[in-house]
């Protein structure tokens, strides 16, 4: 049965081409445009049958589950109570660590070591010396 076909097919197309004068009437886009059409078409079909398929209409759930009854909560997942606990103690950790962190900026460094600067001089400067021996003197 395939083989009376394919001989079919054959023989049509051999007396197709044989009836072409010239050869670069193969390439004649009016010659061949009915198979791409025909394909195109075909193309076109498959893709708004699965975008039909995939599109769901809203019927206005959040995130497609039915509301628990009045008075219920709704029944956390398997999932849900170690994701919740993980991403809770992250964030506590994350915030608290950066909180914690020593300062590392040469600003901070630099701001450290000038006020120990000032510090030292305070101690050791003649004025600043002699007018804390005059309130004491004055008390």
Known sequence: MWSSVVLVGL?????????IRYPQQ??????????SKSIEDKQDALKKK???????EPGGLLFG???PP????RKWE??????YTVVALVTFFGVYGLYQRSPDTSYQLAREEAIRR?????????????????TKDQN
């Open 11 to 19: 023989s049509q197309r051999i007396f197709q081409v044989s009836r």
């Open 26 to 35: 193969l390439w004649n886009k009016r010659w061949c445009s009915h198979a």
């Open 50 to 56: 699965e975008e039909e398929e995939e599109f769901n």
């Open 65 to 67: 589950e039915e509301p």
């Open 70 to 73: 009045p008075g219920e909560k």
């Open 78 to 83: 398997e999932w849900e109570a170690p994701w």
């Open 118 to 134: 000032l510090q030292q001089e305070k101690d050791t400067s003649p004025m600043l010396l002699s007018s804390k021996n005059e």
